[in-house]
């Protein structure tokens, strides 16, 4: 199979390819925990009684149920 003579452009594509998925991964993973940790300091703040609810009466959001 080293005699083809498109062997080392098949082994540079494969590698090219997994290095690639594998940065994509990384990205994804660390943005996903950086997003879930900056949610978790968001959920942890206290709400300021009647800022943000005195513009819209009536209306409230759901409760967090991803954990």
């Known amino acids: 199979m ?3 003579p ?3 452009f098949v082994i540079a ?3 090219l390819g997994f290095f690639i998925l594998g940065g994509m991964t990384f990205t994804i ?3 996903y ?6 949610l978790s300091e968001f959920a942890a703040r206290p709400s300021a009684e009647g800022s943000e609810d005195s513009k819209f ?3 409230s959001l759901p409760k967090n149920s991803f954990e």
């Open 2 to 4: 080293s005699n083809d």
């Open 29 to 31: 993973l660390r943005e």
């Open 33 to 38: 925990l950086s997003l879930k940790r900056m």
């Open 57 to 59: 009466p009536g209306k």
């Open 13 to 15: 594509a494969y590698g």
């Open 6 to 8: 498109h062997f080392g």
